[in-house]
């Protein structure tokens, strides 16, 4: 193994002694570029807290669901399931969640039906800013905050597999919009509420999902400036997705780089005279190398937070025997 195969295993079994314990926190906000496994890390966040003894909601926001071909589950939908020992799991209706939420506050289940189930509600409820976005958060949120009959939490850690970043920053900006322009009510007070928790690096945080990308790392770059400096939450950890270990040392990198002819997709790979298909597919695998080994160090140098490092799955990708060893890794 080569010095940077070992650094790239060490780096994806521990993080620092230093960094933060993730499941002791009460809520987590998965977030990260569309594409760079949010839902896979959720899901493997899920079963290592679960192993450790904790148990575990993860949330999702009313999307195409995946987690449960990840945990080999039935399908999820807007009803609360246990898809593995001490793991639960949602895929968050807006509408349903809004409706749950009158229910809560008009106490009356009949009266809260006829409210939100009337099309000319759903309609209005549909165009007022941020609702939907604050619909599927307060539902998450309040699962973090529910209590089994002997006062004790119902979930220790709930898990947000949030939308993809610009959505996903909409959501997080929710509490404290209503916050800036609510007047005092039930609203005001559950967004305060919520707000409060999220702030408290004790209670809450982000972690960030990347992949070793040059666009997915850029995006994440910003994203972590954006949710620590414009809305001041917590960020806990920088999970580094689908990391290859390198077959090749950065000076057989180089040679394998020098000929462009290597990198032409277009180039024929068998006709005499032309280079090997060997040969083509490893200056290609090198290309990957050199971007994946650039890209980290630009990650490391910039974002100063503890970086879990995942490996990149071949065969188990999205299975539930792959998403097992990934929890090992978290």
Same mark, same amino acid.
């Given at each position: 193994m080569t010095t940077s195969q070992k650094s790239t295993s060490q780096s994806a079994r521990t993080a620092p002694a230093h960094a933060p314990v993730l499941e002791e926190r009460r809520f987590l906000f998965v977030i990260g570029k569309g594409g760079v496994g949010k839902t896979t890390v959720s899901g493997a966040l899920a079963l290592a807290f679960a192993a450790r003894g904790k148990r575990v909601l993860v949330a999702m926001c009313n999307t195409k669901e995946r987690l449960s071909a990840i945990l080999g589950s039935p399908p999820i939908g807007d009803e609360l399931v246990e898809v593995s020992k001490r793991v639960w799991a949602v895929n968050i209706s807006p509408d349903k969640a809004l409706r749950e939420y009158g229910e809560m506050v008009l106490k009356v289940k009949t009266v809260a039906h006829a409210v939100f189930d009337n099309k000319y509600t759903k309609t209005f409820f549909r165009a007022v800013p941020g609702l939907s976005e604050w619909a599927m958060l307060g539902k998450a949120w309040f699962h973090a905050t529910e209590t089994l009959d002997d006062g004790s939490p119902r979930f220790d850690v709930v898990l947000l597999d949030a939308p993809a970043t610009g959505h996903g920053m909409e959501m997080l900006r929710v509490p404290k919009i209503i916050l800036d322009v609510a007047p005092p009510g039930v609203l005001r007070r559950d967004a305060e509420a919520a707000w409060a928790m999220f702030q408290d690096p004790r209670q809450a945080g982000v972690v960030l999902?990347?992949?070793? #990308? #040059?666009?997915?790392?850029?995006?994440?770059i910003e994203?972590?400036?954006?949710? #620590?400096t414009d809305l001041g939450l917590p960020v806990h950890r920088l999970v580094v997705n689908g990391v290859m270990d390198p077959l090749f040392s950065e000076e057989e990198r180089r040679a394998l780089l020098r000929d462009e002819q290597l990198l032409d997709i277009e180039a024929p790979a068998t006709a005499a005279g032309t280079p090997h298909i060997a040969l083509v597919a490893g200056?290609?695998?090198?290309?990957?190398?050199?971007?994946?080994?650039e890209t980290m160090i630009r990650l490391r140098r910039t974002i100063t937070l503890p970086m879990v490092v995942l490996p990149f799955l071949f065969d188990e990708a999205s299975t539930p025997?792959?998403?097992?060893?990934?929890? #090992?890794?978290l």
């Open positions: 999902v990347t992949l070793p #990308e #040059e666009m997915p790392a850029t995006e994440t994203l972590a400036s954006a949710i #620590e200056a290609r695998r090198a290309m990957r190398e050199s971007v994946q080994h025997a792959g998403t097992r060893r990934l929890a #090992e890794r």
